[in-house]
């Protein structure tokens, strides 16, 4: 291929996004990874939300680079909402307000022998053995994996079908996953009842690409449970970030589109998402990728996104940058406004009264098991995603409020 057919190629990396500054620097170094794979390629990245620059910025370099033919790949773990629709939603937006472009969608990371890798070397790394070298088994220790948690069911399932997989290649005692988010078994709820297993060492390995504020919630959780515990050994293993199998990883999906092995087999991302739109079963929403940093008085809202956005005021520590006008209702009987009159009542003014619209420019999926008595409930009183707030019914509210007696300074899975 000559240096001319290159220059009008390049790749794209979507991230989600993330309030944690690290969590955006170290989701730049698998751009920097891959353009080493790729030197003859422009490759850039961007995110749905939160964080700088954006899917459109980034898209907006590849063009002005000449970028005619873009491999746009998810820097997701699994395919869950943000993979299979808000992310081609941006890029389908983006794709025909500019003509003669066309953008490849690749798949999600998913469960690839590189990314399973990755993972064992950073269970290994945390109990000082050799990834290269590991022992025949680990009979005496439990490993917890922590997953992101969605409520995508099959994705969840991946999780816990990652589990399975290293605990067979690694052969530990016991394996079992807990979750982050809004499904269930959550974390710290979920370590408490795997103690009485009564394993002396446990490794916590969270299935994250990179910090941000989830990794810090989660390694407070394994604090607590360690303080509660002294004489077990609670092991955090580290995030994925960009491991050289990881980059493995994403350089095996860009190769893919290369290839044109998205076109063979099964439905693409891409392809179920323009099928969904047809049939109505999704919408092309605007709200994503259109971050504007406040911080930033060169940036400014274009008219199509005056259309979608107003500037919010931050409240206290729910600094948002941007809300969406319209309503994202998730067909619950309550909106997003949290007018249905709970308060927490936590005698400190907590209430949820905060001066924050919950139409914060990004949705999750109704979870049918919202209210399991090991799940999401066991984090109100945290600041959890007011997406997961709304979706709580006011009895289970009031039920969480008793338990947190006044003071929603405590660790959430103390909710009893």
């Not at 299935?207 to 394994?222: A, E, H, M, P, S």
Request: proline share 4%; charged share 25%.
């Amino acid at each position: 291929m000559s240096n001319k057919e290159q220059a009008k190629k390049g790749i794209m990396i979507c991230g989600h996004g993330s309030r944690d500054k690290d969590a955006e620097r170290e989701f730049g170094l698998v751009a920097k990874g891959l353009k080493e794979r790729y030197p003859d390629l422009p490759v850039e990245y961007g995110f749905l939300e939160f964080s700088a620059p954006n899917i459109h910025m980034g898209l907006n370099s590849l063009v002005n680079q000449g970028v005619e033919e873009i491999y746009a790949v998810p820097g997701m773990l699994f395919a869950a909402t943000h993979a299979k629709n808000d992310i081609p939603s941006v890029l389908t937006t983006y794709e025909e307000k500019h003509p003669g472009l066309h953008i490849t969608y690749g798949r999600e990371l998913g469960l690839q022998d590189d990314m399973i890798e990755a993972f064992q070397a950073r269970i290994y790394e945390s109990l000082g053995l050799d990834p290269e070298n590991p022992p025949e088994n680990l009979y005496d220790t439990m490993l917890v994996v922590v997953g992101r948690g969605t409520s995508d069911t099959s994705a969840n399932a991946e999780a816990a079908k990652l589990t399975r997989i290293v605990n067979e290649n690694m052969g530990f005692g016991w394996a079992d996953t807990v979750y982050s988010g809004v499904t269930y078994p959550s974390v710290g709820v979920g370590l408490e009842k795997l103690m009485k297993l009564g394993f002396k060492r446990i490794v916590v390995a969270p299935y994250f690409l990179f910090t941000g504020r989830l990794i810090k919630r989660i390694q407070g959780y394994v604090n607590k449970v360690a303080e509660a515990n002294p004489a077990v050994e609670l092991i955090q293993a580290h995030y994925l970030s960009d491991h050289s199998r990881v980059i493995d990883a994403f350089q095996n999906r860009v190769e893919e589109i290369m290839q044109g092995e998205l076109q063979t087999g099964e439905e693409t991302l891409m392809n179920s998402f323009k099928r969904r739109l047809a049939a109505g079963e999704v919408d092309v929403h605007h709200h994503h990728a259109e971050f504007v940093d406040p911080q930033d008085d060169t940036q400014g809202l274009s008219d199509s996104d005056n259309k979608h956005f107003t500037p919010l005021v931050a409240a206290g520590d729910h600094q948002h940058s941007l809300v969406l006008k319209h309503d994202h209702s998730h067909g619950h009987s309550h909106s997003h406004d949290h007018s249905h009159g709970h308060s927490h009542d936590h005698s400190h003014g907590h209430g949820h009264s905060h001066g924050h619209s919950h139409d914060h420019g990004h949705s999750h999926g109704v979870y049918k098991h919202i209210g399991h008595p090991m799940g999401p409930r066991t984090m109100i009183g945290e600041g959890i995603c007011c997406c997961f707030m709304s979706q709580f019914t006011d009895e289970i509210l009031k039920e969480e409020k008793d338990k947190i007696d006044g003071d929603c300074t405590k660790t959430a899975f103390a909710h009893r």
